[in-house]
């Protein structure tokens, strides 16, 4: 389990997701996306419990919602990078915790840290209605 300190978390405001959101199409779109080998195979697992595949997640990505958002969170390891945006989508009635961002090496691509069922349930979505 790792623990996100409260003062690495913050919240994006509404046009900065709906531009992420806008953003992140054109890169999953022309296939420049990686899901990252996770040392505890939760990403993994859940693709296999979702019988998923590469393209499933860039669908899922792609149907995103400012809805979805939860919160940021800066890179600890690599600081002077784009924060992750982390989401909360239910599929197959599962909840799926998703924290991705945006990468630039020569072109820019999606960089998807986690894809997994959700540890916590998620009850603070600052960009949903009512």
Known sequence: MVFISTNNRFIDT???IEKFLIDIREPLLKGMFILQ????????????????DRDDIIRELLSLKIEDYAYSVYDL??????????????IKSREIYIKIKIKHVKNKFIYCMS??????????FPHRGG
């Open 77 to 90: 390891i690599k600081i002077k990078e784009e924060p992750y945006k982390v989401f909360h989508k239910i």
């Open 14 to 16: 509404f046009d900065i």
């Open 115 to 124: 894809f997994h069922e959700a540890k916590y349930a998620e009850t603070n």
């Open 37 to 52: 080998k996770r040392n505890d195979a939760a990403n993994d697992q859940t693709l296999l419990d979702l019988e998923f």
